[in-house]
């Protein structure tokens, strides 16, 4: 047992900053936004459960996976300590900590959401092993593989940029309020334009964070890497927008593309100036954090604000987005170069 109590203090330690980095929830806009619909309840179960089930996942990871395989068999552990290392490590994972507390404080009540939370999680335990073993044995499986290369000097970034969208909930939040948009808008026998357009601001509001944290993802070895790289601030920005805009663009074309550019442009343009001023680390699997309240708020006004005029009035407004967001890159870029030189 005494050689088994550090590993798992080593574990419970990284678990620990596993459940902090939740606190990215605290500052995304998203997630500010249902805040202020908890004033009406009603409004807010279906978009606090997506986002609560996305956020549930990655927690379900088992805490053995941060230990590399080739290192735990270099511990000198029998097949019984290996056996209790195992057993004791998955009372560590965060999620069965909130399964316990439900249990703790909800009563009866709540043990049948906890039998499902629970197989929720053997569930993804069992679907990643499955998938690790298929992707071992098929490496070409691997869907990352095949984002395009693009041309151009900045081709290599926007890829680069596109993985990393990957990494982060927000992209897949959007998504799945994307497909509920395009359910509506398909099943519905007359579905009312204002909730369309109302979902595609949503699918904006959950991509818009990640606009104010461009940068966020490469701190601080990718940062050096720009450094070195010969190409003006502008440019480099521009990769980053790139990449925003190619996802965006598939997940507002169901909806109302208009509006959702304009949103999205005016997201990128309030953006640059946090992302070049003001980078934050981000974990990877967990939503965006923003930089403060304030800023959320102005992005948030400023993007549904231009998506209410297009929608509502001229489309022309599309055009308006589009050059504050240009006005912005090239303002950003240059203070971008001058940060970096």
């Given at each position: 047992m005494a050689r088994i109590l550090p590993l798992?203090?080593?574990?419970?330690?990284?678990?620990?900053?596993?459940?902090?980095?939740?606190?990215?929830?605290?500052?995304?806009?998203?997630?500010?936004?249902?805040?202020?619909?908890?004033?009406?309840?009603?409004?807010?179960?279906?978009?606090?459960?997506?986002?609560?089930?996305?956020?549930?996942?990655?927690?379900?990871?088992?805490?053995?996976?941060?230990?590399?395989?080739?290192r735990l068999q270099l511990?000198?552990?029998?097949?019984?300590?290996?056996?209790?290392?195992?057993?004791?490590?998955?009372?560590?994972?965060?999620?069965?900590?909130?399964?316990?507390?439900?249990?703790?404080?909800?009563?009866?009540?709540?043990?049948?959401?906890?039998?499902?939370?629970?197989?929720?999680?053997?569930?993804?335990?069992?679907?990643?092993?499955?998938?690790?073993?298929?992707?071992a044995r098929a490496p070409r499986l691997r869907l990352q593989l095949y984002i395009p290369a693009f041309p151009g000097a900045t081709g290599g970034l926007i890829r680069k940029n596109l993985r990393e969208m990957c990494h982060v909930l927000d992209l897949y939040l959007a998504a799945v309020l994307c497909s509920a948009g395009a359910i509506y808008r398909l099943t519905a026998a007359s579905p009312e334009p204002d909730a369309v357009f109302m979902i595609t601001l949503l699918v904006v509001l959950a991509l818009s964070t990640y606009a104010q944290q461009l940068f966020a993802l490469d701190i601080e070895r990718g940062l050096v890497r720009y450094r070195l790289m010969p190409l003006r601030g502008w440019r480099i920005l521009l990769a980053k927008d790139a990449a925003f805009l190619i996802v965006a663009t598939p997940l507002l074309l169901p909806l109302q593309p208009v509006a959702g550019l304009s949103a999205a442009f005016a997201a990128l343009a309030f953006g640059h100036q946090t992302s070049v001023l003001h980078a934050h680390p981000q974990a990877r699997w967990r939503f965006v954090a923003g930089v403060s309240l304030t800023h959320s708020i102005l992005q948030t006004v400023l993007m549904f604000g231009l998506g209410t005029l297009a929608h509502r009035h001229s489309p022309a407004f599309l055009a308006l987005s589009a050059a504050l967001w240009l006005v912005s890159l090239a303002l950003f870029g240059w203070r971008y170069d001058r940060a970096r030189y």
């Open positions: 798992l203090r080593a574990l419970a330690l990284v678990e620990w900053r596993d459940v902090r980095s939740v606190n990215s929830i605290s500052s995304n806009n998203f997630f500010l936004f249902c805040a202020i619909l908890m004033l009406q309840p009603a409004s807010v179960v279906f978009l606090g459960t997506v986002g609560g089930l996305l956020l549930f996942f990655p927690l379900c990871a088992d805490p053995m996976k941060k230990i590399p395989a080739d511990f000198p552990l029998s097949k019984g300590e290996q056996a209790v290392l195992r057993a004791a490590a998955s009372f560590l994972s965060p999620a069965i900590w909130l399964i316990l507390v439900i249990l703790a404080l909800g009563g009866t009540r709540f043990h049948l959401l906890s039998l499902q939370l629970l197989a929720l999680v053997v569930a993804v335990n069992a679907g990643v092993l499955w998938v690790e073993s298929a992707l």
